[in-house]
């Protein structure tokens, strides 16, 4: 008999996984087998938070050696996640829409919300100091209504944890601003929310840490934009989609071929073809940004998933290098399947990060009640230091911080 057959109670064998929300209420537990595929068990979790425009999402998970991963739909959950201690992912946004208002039903609207709340709070999303003010003050007037000074005494706002760096000067402005938004309902308050962070320049950067070629720091960003560097909170440079011929890794370097020009129009001839690459801290780093990289762009310039290329990076003399292949829709179909959505609008428990809090005066919005919690401790932390007057993102992490 095969040393590697697999036996009938092998196969049978149930395995459980954790899955963390965005907005840290809670963790369910969900079984799976050997052969169970990486979209089964997205479709679960979907299900579980009554998520139909589910294209913008993915299950994050963190491997043995401390690196992250977007479970692969097309490959099994035990293959992804053996060797690990525990079993744990985390639901997150994996493409943050080019204009969050396509999105079709409010539920999804807020689930970006939730995640937008997260990137503020851990400093991915880097802003200007008045537009901060203002983000924050969104969030307060759709978890607790219109300011009341009954129910918010001085210091009310430093019971809420929005920004990297919350000083009390910070609070003063956020307490005014939130005096200003009286009357506007959580829907309404969450939607200015993202029209205001969806124009920021860190908009969907999950920030991945490189050196140029002289050795300089930085970090590379990818969103519906392109491919972003930042040196401290400035952006310094974007390639365009359209300007991007091909990515690939090659050991601990990623490499971006471009040409300077994105019009279409200019012939090949015209076209200057550049190469520019990036150190990342370790190979695996290097594969997970190829992967998140290629994956974008797919996402975000495909009319149509069937058109989706097979893509190979990565091979040596004595390797056959990594090979991707897109799965689920591309965001033009996306959107198009938004429209064609027929259902009642789905009601939902918005959550609040603090318990016992007064809630007053929310208008009209009360299909969607608030529900409390107290907010699960978050360990992932990213701090805003000076470098030359300026802000850089710095990460503090331990490995199961990473998939915050």
């Not at 913008?56 to 043995?64: N, P, Q």
């Not at 204009?99 to 802003?127: A, N, S």
């Not at 029209?195 to 720091?217: F, L």
């Not at 056959?320 to 799965?327: A, I, L, N, T, Y």
């Amino acid at each position: 008999m095969s040393l590697f057959k697999r036996s009938k109670s092998d196969a049978l064998t149930e395995y459980t996984c954790s899955i963390r929300f965005l907005d840290d209420t809670e963790s369910i537990q969900l079984t799976f087998k050997k052969d169970t595929l990486g979209q089964w068990l997205f479709d679960r979790v979907c299900e579980k938070l009554n998520l139909i425009e589910k294209d913008y999402f993915g299950l994050r998970y963190v491997d043995a050696e401390n690196q992250r991963h977007w479970l692969d739909p097309l490959k099994t959950v035990y293959k992804q996640l053996k060797g690990l201690s525990k079993m744990v992912l985390c639901f997150r946004v994996k493409f943050y829409p080019e204009d969050p208002m396509k999105l079709h039903e409010e539920i999804t609207r807020y689930y970006l919300f939730l995640q937008l709340r997260r990137d503020l709070h851990h400093g991915r999303l880097l802003c200007p100091h008045e537009e901060s003010i203002q983000l924050a003050a969104y969030i307060i007037q759709s978890e607790v209504g219109d300011y009341d000074p009954q129910d918010h005494p001085i210091g009310y706002v430093s019971n809420f944890k929005m920004l990297p760096k919350q000083t009390p000067k910070h609070e003063e402005k956020i307490m005014d601003a939130h005096k200003a938004l009286v009357g506007e309902v959580p829907s309404e308050c969450e939607a200015d929310f993202l029209k205001k962070a969806s124009s920021m320049d860190t908009y969907g950067v999950d920030p991945h840490q490189v050196k140029d070629q002289k050795g300089e720091p930085l970090y590379l960003g990818v969103t519906h934009l392109g491919i972003m560097t930042f040196r401290g909170s400035r952006r310094t440079q974007l390639f365009k989609w359209l300007q991007i011929r091909r990515i690939a890794y090659e050991g601990k370097m990623f490499i971006i071929n471009h040409t300077s020009s994105e019009d279409e129009d200019v012939s090949n001839s015209k076209k200057r073809h550049q190469a520019v690459g990036f150190k990342c801290q370790t190979a695996p780093a290097a594969k997970y940004l190829w992967r998140c990289a290629v994956e974008q762009q797919l996402f975000f310039t495909l009319s149509t998933s069937s058109a989706a290329p097979k893509i190979r990076s990565g091979g040596t003399l004595f390797s056959r290098g990594s090979k991707f292949r897109f799965s689920g829709r591309c965001q033009n179909e996306a959107y198009e399947a938004s429209g064609n959505i027929r259902r009642t609008e789905p009601p939902f428990a918005r959550t609040s990060s603090l318990p016992n809090f007064a809630k007053k005066n929310h208008g009209h919005d009360n299909k969607n009640n608030t529900r409390q919690h107290s907010l699960a401790s978050q360990s992932f932390r990213e701090e805003r230091r000076p470098l030359h007057g300026k802000l850089f993102f710095t990460y503090m992490h331990t490995p199961t911080d990473l998939i915050e």
